[in-house]
């Protein structure tokens, strides 16, 4: 079993709508979690830490469920700069476990 | 400004050409870190360094090897290239390890025929 598993999408929306997906992980001593979002063949970027009360950056709104070993991310009102491809980070003690991505395109 | 460089970008070479991928970073950096991304599978993890002269081995160190003598450089060394190295390679650092944001470089993107 995957450490980090992401459902790939795409998840194709219209700019406004909300999209939301989950990512779910197998340790459950990990310590931390990330979204991380990459744009096509770049270098990906921190997007937001996910803590475990939840917490919002802007259109952006991450949660943890450790219960359930799964965290989610929701973005509303999407514009065309949200495409991309989102990334859930997973950390334990010494390392950081990737998912493969979840890709999302927003269409005009 | 800070940054993580890479290069070369983009490598095209022979199965069996030793060849390095170099890794500098300017922000003073403990951690630096080698990944390859390959489609489907993510980014996975090939060696690791928490210091000078300290590094380890990630999820996919095999036909790899690393160096750290200096605490900015942290090279990639293809001793004898396979085409299944064929891959973007990224590498990455952070301040320490209890930190989860990592700043990549560009990106170097090698093909062993």
């Known amino acids: 079993r995957k450490e980090v598993e992401q459902d790939p999408g795409p998840f194709n929306v219209p700019e406004g709508a909300t999209v939301a997906f989950n990512c779910t992980y197998s340790?459950?001593?990990?310590?931390?979690f990330f979204w991380y979002r990459q744009d096509c063949r770049k270098e990906p970027k921190l997007l937001m830490s996910?803590?475990?009360s939840g917490n919002e950056d802007g259109r952006f709104t991450a949660q943890l469920n450790r219960a359930s070993q799964y965290i989610s991310l929701l973005i509303r009102d999407s514009k065309l700069s949200d495409s991309a491809t989102y990334l859930c980070?997973?950390?334990?003690?010494?390392?950081?476990?990737f998912g493969a991505g979840t890709t999302v395109t927003v269409r005009a | 400004e800070a940054q993580v460089t890479q290069n070369p970008r983009y490598l095209i070479t022979v199965t069996g050409k030793k060849l390095t991928v170099t890794c500098s970073q300017n922000?003073?950096?403990?951690?630096m870190s080698w990944y390859r991304q390959d489609p489907g599978l993510g980014l996975r993890q090939i060696y690791y360094?928490?210091?000078?002269?300290?590094?380890d081995k990630g999820d996919v160190p095999e036909g790899y090897k690393v160096s750290r003598k200096e605490k900015r450089n942290f090279p990639l060394i293809l001793e004898s290239p396979s085409p299944n190295q064929t891959s973007l390679y990224f590498c990455?650092?952070?301040?320490?390890?209890?930190?989860?944001?990592?700043?990549f470089g560009e990106g170097s993107r090698l093909t062993v025929l």
């Open positions: 996910v803590y475990s």
């Open positions: 990455a650092s952070s301040l320490s390890t209890n930190t989860g944001e990592l700043f």
């Open positions: 340790n459950s001593a990990s310590q931390s």
């Open positions: 980070v997973v950390k334990g003690d010494y390392k950081l476990s």
């Open positions: 922000m003073n950096h403990e951690y």
């Open positions: 360094s928490m210091n000078v002269e300290v590094t």
